[in-house]
């Protein structure tokens, strides 16, 4: 089989396998839609405070449609909906400070023999903003978020550790502030908008998801309205999950294997057979270009008036280098002497 055969064959073969791994991904792509949550109950409120100090101001609720302090309204959403604010200005007699603080959580339910991908997501949104007049009252404003996947499941890990999460206190993320004072000068403003997701392959159980969100302002004492500083994200942190079912890896990794074994498999039939026939035509030209350089030397030896002794012989790979530059530079037949003269000279020798 000609090369241009065996480039025809990789072209069919590897064309065939590519539409085998197409209808393959297809298949576990049917399979990786977003399946509907299997919620155990509805989203539970663990905390909802506002608690302003001094001349400050402070909200929280929970859920889309929520618009007052204290409000707790779609707990039967798919999406949790967290709101707080916080705001404070100076005054003399004391530090003013305003904290609001909503913490949330709900329960579902991963089902089957199966393993499923859950992707937990969140975003945040909302502003911060300081202000100061004078460099020794202070003004400060924080926001702290976070969401996580816990493990309900009790054994063999303890009831409610954390699986993974988003907005960890080690991604400042959804961890910000602005602080303006005589030590620590910054901007005034910051609007905060930032989207996180992660994703996790888990087995059967149950699980639940968590998230906190607090806002906190403060200002120092000092002449009233001098300082002031509010963290206003009522807008808010939206927490969701979406779950699909994930192919088993064990299941993976025989279809792998078997794709490479099978193309090992077809490549090693074309392959052997051609490696075989090129060392056999190897042996063959070296046995020619032997043969070949043999009765030129005869020729150089009458020519040169060289004895050459009955057993001298020359190596196949000076005969397979002679018949090389023959063929590849079209050597004359002088020239070719020339060459292989050191070598039969040697063999006398």
């Not at 889309?64 to 705001?87: F, T």
């Not at 909302?126 to 460099?135: F, K, P, Q």
Request: hydrophobic share 50%; net charge neutral.
């Amino acid at each position: 089989m000609s090369v241009a055969g065996f480039d025809r064959f990789s072209i069919r073969f590897f064309a065939k396998a590519v539409v085998l791994a197409s209808a393959l991904g297809l298949g576990f792509a049917v399979s990786a839609f977003a399946l509907p949550v299997d919620w155990t109950n509805v989203w539970i409120i663990n905390q909802l405070s506002s608690d302003p100090i001094g001349a400050a101001a402070a909200q929280s609720a929970f859920g889309a449609s929520a618009i007052q302090d204290g409000e707790i309204n779609d707990v039967n959403a798919d999406l949790a909906v967290a709101k707080a604010a916080a705001s404070a200005q100076s005054i003399i007699d004391q530090r003013s400070s305003g904290d609001a603080i909503v913490e949330f959580g709900r329960p579902f339910r991963l089902s089957g023999p199966g393993l499923w991908k859950v992707t937990l997501f969140g975003t945040l949104t909302g502003d911060l903003h300081v202000r100061t007049a004078d460099a020794d009252v202070d003004a400060l404003a924080f926001i702290d978020a976070v969401a996580r996947i816990l493990d309900k499941n009790g054994d063999p890990v303890k009831d409610g550790d954390v699986v993974f999460e988003i907005g960890s206190p080690d991604d400042f993320t959804w961890h910000d502030h602005l602080i303006r004072s005589l030590i620590n000068e910054g901007p005034n403003d910051k609007f905060v908008l930032a989207s996180l997701d992660q994703s996790m392959v888990l087995g059967p159980g149950d699980y639940s998801v968590y998230g906190k969100l607090e806002a906190l302002a403060g200002a120092g004492m000092g002449v009233p309205g001098i300082a002031n500083a509010s963290s206003l994200f009522f807008n808010s942190l939206i927490v969701g999950i979406s779950v699909t079912a994930a192919p088993e890896p064990s299941t993976l990794m025989l279809l792998c294997a078997g794709i490479f074994g099978l193309i090992a498999l077809r490549a090693c039939a074309v392959l052997i057979p051609r490696v075989a026939q090129a060392a056999a035509g190897r042996r063959d030209l070296l046995g020619s270009a032997g043969r070949w350089v043999r009765c030129r030397n005869a020729r150089a030896q009458r020519a040169a008036g060289v004895r050459v002794a009955p057993n001298a012989r020359l190596s196949a790979r000076t005969a397979y280098r002679a018949a090389a530059c023959q063929k590849r530079f079209s050597l004359s037949a002088d020239m070719i002497c020339r060459q292989v003269r050191p070598t039969i000279a040697a063999g006398a020798r």
